[in-house]
T-cell receptor
Framework: DTGVSQDPRHKITKRGQNVTFRCDPI?????LYWYRQTLGQGPEFLTY????????KSRLLSDRFSAERPKGSFSTLEIQRTEQGDSAMYLC?????????????FGPGTRLTVL | QQPVQSPQAVILREGEDAVINCSSS?????VHWYRQKHGEAPVFLMI?????EQKGHDKISASFNEKKQQSSLYLTASQLSYSGTYFC???????????FGAGTRLAVHP
């Protein structure tokens, strides 16, 4: 396994711009999660995919946020009309999806700075 | 509800031991422990499932008391490489959405 990869690693944008992040999970992992982490805090759940189906969205995910996993492989997270409060590390994780207690492996994250 | 981790921070000398606790107000199915170094992704340490098991590898072990809804991570004979922030993530079953604590910052000095 090559691990979970995310692109870009860093993104600086101006308020009001749209940004899109990509996550490539470990191959054959059915479950894919997006989390957001701010300084000094643990990761906060944003959304979850089982294959290509998005099964839950946190109330943290306003309508400016959208996520897709079109073919059940890579996923994208788009933020429209970014705000300074969106500045955070966006983490992607994946897991096999074979049991309720399977392990989530995290990618390196995309650090977003909104000016 | 976010699990509560204690202590918030620990400073150790190499070779000393530490215990990090994680408590939840909700019934738990699983507890997941991760270590994160500054600017890096959380790295999986171990998972404990409902059943009150204890696990360990090398000098890091953990226990899970589902009745008390608590888990503890034990670090023995600490090494410099143990430095980082430790997070517990709690799962209630199903697809295992994790709720993470605020973390415990551990610094190991020579």
């Amino acid at each position: 396994d090559t691990g979970v990869s995310q692109d870009p690693r860093h993104k600086i944008t101006k308020r009001g711009q749209n940004v899109t992040f990509r996550c490539d999970p470990i191959s054959e992992h059915n479950r894919l999660y997006w989390y957001r982490q701010t300084l000094g805090q643990g990761p906060e759940f944003l959304t979850y995919f089982q294959n290509e189906a998005q099964l839950e969205k946190s109330r943290l995910l306003s309508d400016r946020f959208s996520a897709e996993r079109p073919k059940g492989s890579f996923s994208t997270l788009e933020i429209q009309r970014t705000e300074q409060g969106d500045s955070a590390m966006y983490l992607c994780a994946s897991s096999h999806g074979t049991s309720a207690g399977d392990t989530q492996y995290f990618g390196p994250g995309t650090r977003l700075t909104v000016l | 509800q976010q699990p509560v981790q204690s202590p918030q921070a620990v400073i150790l000398r190499e070779g000393e031991d530490a215990v990090i606790n994680c408590s939840s107000s909700k019934a738990l199915y699983s507890v997941h422990w991760y270590r994160q170094k500054h600017g890096e992704a959380p790295v999986f340490l171990m998972i404990l499932l409902k059943g009150g098991e204890q696990k360990g590898h090398d000098k890091i072990s953990a226990s899970f008391n589902e009745k008390k809804q608590q888990s503890s991570l034990y670090l023995t004979a600490s090494q410099l490489s143990y430095s980082g922030t430790y997070f517990c993530g709690t799962g209630s079953g199903g697809y295992n959405k994790l709720i993470f604590g605020a973390g415990t910052r551990l610094a190991v000095h020579p």
